[in-house]
């Protein structure tokens, strides 16, 4: 307990399953959190759902240059800083083959998954530098270190935020913040029950029983299973860890 006490966090993609996951368990853990998504009422859930009164929210769109610089800006007001950003956010796009993608479907996946990304580091990095430091942990995937077919465009964003937590983490280092990725396999969330229809169709159900047996664990994971790495990223004890691509995949990928 208190791993994160005296800390605080801005948790985008606030509203989906491991963004609640690492909202409740950050607050848990003596973090104030300021859960950040497009979706208020979920948000409001999100909140209600953590049990805590350490937790709030705040209305933005990742996409947008100027949301990024409120959210921070709301937090360093509510809570008098920011030590942590999740960069979680993200949408799964469409599954289809490549020759047939949408281009505007395409674009709406980078510039969610990548430029928000990208304009939540913007934010957050002066702000946390004037608290002395922190952590950044940014939400890949295993289709971030692996080719999957008929998810081109979420598989080449998740590509992208390692190079883009790569150069942060050797930039930001003489700023004492520490920047690292954590690449889930198949969670349990509204994505994969996305995606499962999007694979299987009509056959969703089945779809989750063979992409679920060919894991290790033939099981996915749980949203609170990939919060904890998250939290030992954010807090003290990965201390000198730095530009890694933690692997949170029961063995997916191995």
């Not at 990742?62 to 709301?74: E, G, Y």
């Not at 003489?174 to 996305?194: F, G, Q, Y």
């Amino acid at each position: 307990m208190d791993r994160l006490k005296g800390k605080v966090a801005v948790i985008t993609g606030g509203a989906g399953g491991i963004g609640r996951a690492a909202g409740a368990l950050f607050a848990e853990e003596g973090a104030d959190v300021l859960l950040v998504d497009l979706d208020a009422e979920a948000l409001q859930d999100a909140v209600q759902s953590s049990g805590s009164n350490r937790v709030s929210y705040h209305v933005a769109d990742v996409t947008s240059a100027d949301d990024n610089l409120a959210m921070i800006a709301t937090c360093e007001e509510r809570y008098g800083g920011v030590d942590v950003l999740l960069a979680n956010a993200g949408i799964e796009g469409d599954v289809a083959p490549l020759v047939d993608y949408d281009e505007e479907r395409f674009d709406q996946v980078m510039a969610v998954n990548v430029k928000g990304v990208f304009l939540g580091l913007k934010a957050a990095i002066p702000a946390i530098s004037r608290r002395g430091g922190g952590s950044i942990v940014i939400t890949s995937s295993v289709a971030g270190v692996k080719g999957t077919p008929g998810i081109s465009a979420y598989g080449t964003s998740k590509h992208a935020t390692i190079g883009l937590m790569r150069a942060a983490a050797l930039e930001c280092a003489p700023m004492h913040i520490r920047v690292n990725t954590v690449n889930p396999s198949p969670v349990e969330t509204l994505m994969m029950r996305r995606l499962e229809a999007g694979i299987g169709g009509d056959d969703a159900d089945a779809t989750k029983e063979r992409l679920a047996a060919s894991l290790p664990f033939k099981r996915y994971a749980e949203p609170e299973e990939i919060a904890r790495v998250m939290l030992f990223l954010a807090s003290d004890e990965s201390s000198w860890v730095t530009g890694s691509v933690q692997m949170v995949d029961g063995g997916h990928t191995t």
